[in-house]
């Protein structure tokens, strides 16, 4: 059996670990032409290019800030708030033709904030603080400022000049069209993304290998300890019917394999049983019918060889007592009674021989329709003294049976409970009949002395008999009869306590 439960190992070895190999090569022939979809040197110049025209425009967004703040450091209403040091009343008028939402803060020369003016943005405009505004002091020249780390806002700064000196300055602020903004930010993390790739990319076949690894070892570990319990469920049972059939193999026809499973091998296993116990049932009949034609041959080979002397020698013992003339009275009485015991001893020997011959020569069962309490009924006239209790069902079917051989069935099984019972000295005999369908069953009861344990299994052997008297042929001529008739006979028994006999025959 471990060579089933090796090869059924090597097999599932085998189913789990060869597909890994292929599976490797092409997962990773799919992998690395994955990377070299991705990192395609045209790939990486595309990215570039955007980048590129992505800063370009944003170049474009600035110089175009630059000149609307140049544009609005000129403006009148502006020079003139940071003069007087007064708010803007309304939108300026430079800011007319401005389309995107804005603002505009003015300062004065000492860095005040003395005027705004804004629109609404999508975003907050960046906070101005004043060691921001220090440096723009003594800034000449307008220029883009980096004020707040929002793209989607540009400010510049730009001095405002009255009559040449410079009394203040503004930081105009421009909000930039939203889906440059996003195009931009795009751009700028796949272009990160790929750079960051493209060095890591010897490190993701690395992971990529260990990744396979870590995942498909655990797989297979599993697949092996599922494929050992598989092949030892497996082979277990068939190792028990190996060993079944290696018992029965040795001659031990009461082995029985344990198998309890409902599958296939479980349906195997009691089909095994259910084989063995007709085969031992068959045994047993073959050996049963064999021990049967020996003690029939021998009791016809005995009946013939006492038989044949019987008659010479009760003639010639009767004609000794009648050509005696009787001349001595004390003799004559001694040969009467000589003779008289010769010829009954010789009359029992003809008794045991019409037994060896029944025995020997048992008809066939002449089948007519019998009616079984009534049969009883018959019978137990017979016995009318006798201490007979009668308890017969009224359902009980008519059968076909032969009357007479049952009749001799019932009177012997009547006779040896009757015998127990005289020899206890009390008790009973009970017979009773029921209809168990298919068959109708007949009890036999004493309440006499039993049979011990292990008698009870000769007890239907032929010239087996716990009587002093007999040949011990009564009980084995009974099941033989309720045999041939197709039906069983049993007997349950307790020293001291009786025995009762059950017998069956099937209901046509």
């Not at 059968?399 to 009177?411: F, G, P, S, T, W």
């Not at 099941?479 to 008739?485: Q, Y």
Request: overall charge positive; glycine content about 6%.
């Amino acid at each position: 059996m471990k060579r089933i439960r090796t090869k059924l190992l090597v097999s599932i070895l085998a189913i789990t670990l060869l597909p890994v190999f292929p599976l490797y090569f092409v997962v990773k022939s799919f992998f690395e032409k994955s990377l070299e979809v991705g990192f395609n040197p045209k790939v990486e110049s595309a990215l570039d290019n955007a980048r590129h025209i992505s800063q370009v425009l944003f170049a474009k967004f600035k110089k175009e800030t630059l000149k609307e703040v140049q544009a609005i450091a000129t403006s009148e209403e502006i020079i003139a708030a940071a003069l007087h040091r007064r708010d803007l009343p309304a939108k300026p008028e430079v800011l007319a033709t401005f389309t995107r939402p804005s603002r505009i803060l003015i300062y004065d020369r000492q860095a005040k904030l003395v005027g705004t003016y804004q629109t609404p943005a999508r975003v907050p405009y960046p906070p101005v603080y004043q060691p921001q505004l220090q440096p723009m002091l003594h800034e000449q020249h307008a220029k883009i400022l980096d004020v707040g780390s929002s793209p989607d806002l540009i400010s510049a700064f730009a001095p405002l000049r009255y009559r040449g000196q410079k009394v203040g300055f503004i930081i105009y602020s421009k909000e930039v069209e939203a889906p440059f903004v996003k195009a931009t930010r795009e751009i700028v993390e796949v272009n990160q993304m790929f750079k960051t790739l493209a060095i890591v990319r010897e490190d993701l076949q690395r992971g990529f290998i260990l990744a396979f690894f870590v995942v498909y070892v655990p797989i297979a570990i599993i697949s092996l300890a599922v494929g050992y319990l598989f092949s030892k469920k497996i082979s277990a049972p068939i190792r028990e019917l190996a060993r079944g059939t290696e018992q029965i193999a040795a001659g031990n026809w009461n082995y029985r394999v344990k198998l309890t499973s409902q599958d296939e091998i479980g349906r195997l296993g009691r089909s095994f049983n259910v084989m063995i116990e007709k085969i031992k049932q068959q045994q047993d009949q073959v050996v049963a019918l064999e021990k049967m034609a020996v003690w029939r041959e021998m009791a016809r080979i005995m009946a013939h060889e006492i038989k044949n002397p019987l008659t010479p020698i009760q003639l010639t013992v009767q004609q000794l007592k009648d050509k005696y003339p009787g001349d001595d009275p004390a003799y004559a009485k001694l040969l009467n009674e000589c003779t008289g015991i010769i010829i009954d001893e010789i009359k029992n020997l003809q008794k045991l021989v019409r037994e060896f011959s029944d025995f020997a020569r048992m008809p066939k069962p002449q089948i007519s329709e019998c009616n079984l309490n009534e049969l009883i009924r018959e019978i137990t006239k017979l016995y009318a003294k006798a201490p007979i209790r009668l308890d017969l069902a009224d359902d009980l079917p008519v059968l076909h049976l032969d009357a007479e051989q049952i009749k001799r069935v019932v009177m012997n099984l009547i006779e040896n409970g009757l015998q127990s019972v005289q020899e206890k000295g009390s008790g009973e005999l009970l017979i009773r009949s029921t209809f168990e369908k298919p068959y109708a069953a007949i009890y036999v009861k004493d309440s006499g002395t039993g049979i011990a344990r292990e008698l009870q299994a000769k007890i239907f052997e032929p010239y087996f008999s716990t009587k002093k008297s007999g040949m011990g042929l009564g009980l084995a001529i009974v099941k033989r009869i309720v045999e041939e008739h197709g039906g069983t006979i049993g007997l349950v028994s307790e020293e001291g306590k009786g025995a009762e006999f059950k017998l069956t025959f099937p209901v046509v």
